[in-house]
Structures are given as structure tokens and as C-alpha cells.
């Protein structure tokens, strides 16, 4: 009886815990796994949904500037603050203090150099959005002060991307391929310990009201 309850109570846990609760995926590389919904890396994968409703809330943004559209310093801290509390908090956080550690643990030297580039990414991520907070003050003097904005925001887009390609590519496949499905259920378990106090907190649908607000409030601006 324990093999059939068990599964079901992890599933429906994940739904509660992940940060960006949409339809999940079903990887080619999961065929290691018994179930398919108890891979960690589909968590870390779908909360990429959410990162780029944000990467395009902000080049909205930045196209608002740029188009002398409407634009305050408020709606960009609002967007800086939902990457630093949710994006940034919910993804980067699980991969330093969680999945990265655990490989090393588990995987020993292996990808050792690849793993540290990734964690660099995240500090060099960390530092653009600082910029771009610290550009942000002198939203309103002028036009070189908007353009240092719009290079700033635009060159965090593009890292983002290019970072999240990186781990759609080579990170994730490379998990499903090593970790057995007992490793990854171990990691399911270490995020849900990381994100008990802000799920309980409700931190996770405050941002979510404010993404979707922000969605429609800058909506007139893409590309
Ligand atoms: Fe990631
Ligand atoms: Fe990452």
C-alpha cells in the first residue's frame, strides 16, 4: 500500500510548493525516473515560466523609456523587487544552496568547472539588477540617465536568457542522466524546506498579483 500513497503525496506537494505552479513538461531524459512528476529538475524548469513573464515585463519597461511612453521609477522597483523576492529568491537560492551543493556532495569533482560558471552567473545576475536599481534613481534626469537604464536592463534579458539556455541545454539533462530518482526526490525535499516560510507566508501569490499587474500595465510596450 506505502508504494501507492507515497507518489501521490510527494505530487501533490510539488504543486504546492513549486514557484510557478503551470502545466508541467515531460522530458525525453526522464526516462531513468519511474514517475515523471517527481523530477527536481522539472521544478527548477518550470519556474523559467515565470522568469521570463518577467524578462518581458521589464523590456517593456525598457522599451516605455525609451519610447518616452509612461514609465515611473515606482514600476521599475516594483519590477526590481519581484526579481529580487521571487525570480532571483525562488530559482538562483534553490540552485546555490540546494541543487549545487548536492551535486558536489553526490557527483564529486564532476562538472565542477561548469557548475562554478553557473554559480558566477548568478553573482554577476545579482550585481546587474543592483545596476540597474542604482540607475534607477536618476530615472528622471534626462536622457543619458534613461539610456544607462535601457543598456542595463537589456544586458540583464540577455544574460538571463542566455544563463536559463545554458541550464535547459546542458544542466538539466545532465541531472536527469546522473542523479538516480531517490537523489532527486532528496532534492524535492530540500526545496520544500527553502520555500515552507514564504509559501506559508503567502509570499508566492503576493508576486503573482503583481506580475499580472504589471503584465497589463505594460502591455503597451512591447517591441
Ligand atoms: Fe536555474
Ligand atoms: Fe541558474
Same mark, same amino acid.
Do not use: G, Q
Given at each position: 500500500m506505502k508504494k501507492i500513497f507515497i507518489p501521490i503525496i510527494i505530487t501533490s506537494s510539488l504543486?504546492? &510548493?513549486? $514557484? @510557478?505552479? /503551470?502545466?508541467?513538461?515531460?522530458?525525453? +531524459?526522464? /526516462?531513468?525516473?519511474?514517475?515523471?512528476?517527481? =523530477? @527536481?529538475t522539472e521544478i527548477l524548469h518550470r519556474e523559467f515560466d515565470t522568469t521570463r513573464r518577467v524578462l518581458q515585463i521589464? +523590456?517593456? @519597461? @525598457?522599451? $516605455?523609456?525609451?519610447?518616452?511612453?509612461?514609465? =515611473?521609477?515606482e514600476t521599475f522597483n516594483e519590477i526590481i523587487d519581484v526579481i529580487n523576492g521571487y525570480t532571483h529568491k525562488c530559482h538562483l537560492e534553490k540552485e546555490d544552496k540546494a541543487l549545487f551543493p548536492f551535486l558536489k556532495d553526490v557527483r564529486g569533482g564532476e562538472k565542477k568547472d561548469f557548475l562554478g560558471q553557473l554559480l558566477?552567473?548568478?553573482? =554577476?545576475a545579482r550585481d546587474e539588477i543592483r545596476n540597474l536599481s542604482g540607475a534607477i534613481n536618476y530615472i528622471y534626469q534626462g536622457k543619458k540617465a534613461k539610456k544607462k537604464i535601457i543598456k542595463i536592463a537589456r544586458a540583464y534579458? !540577455? &544574460? /538571463?536568457? !542566455?544563463?536559463i539556455h545554458t541550464e535547459e541545454k546542458v544542466l538539466f539533462p545532465w541531472i536527469n542522466k546522473v542523479l538516480t530518482s531517490d537523489e532527486q526526490l532528496i532534492l524535492i525535499r530540500k526545496f520544500e524546506a527553502m520555500e515552507k516560510e514564504d509559501i506559508d507566508a503567502g509570499v508566492h501569490e503576493k508576486y503573482t498579483v503583481v506580475i499580472e499587474r504589471l503584465e497589463d500595465q505594460l502591455g503597451l510596450c512591447p517591441e
Open positions: 504543486y504546492t &510548493f513549486a $514557484c @510557478a505552479p /503551470t502545466t508541467h513538461r515531460i522530458y525525453l +531524459e526522464h /526516462t531513468h525516473t519511474e514517475n515523471h512528476d517527481l =523530477s @527536481a521589464l +523590456e517593456n @519597461a @525598457a522599451n $516605455c523609456l525609451e519610447d518616452d511612453k509612461p514609465v =515611473s521609477k558566477m552567473e548568478h553573482v =554577476s534579458i !540577455k &544574460f /538571463t536568457d !542566455k544563463h
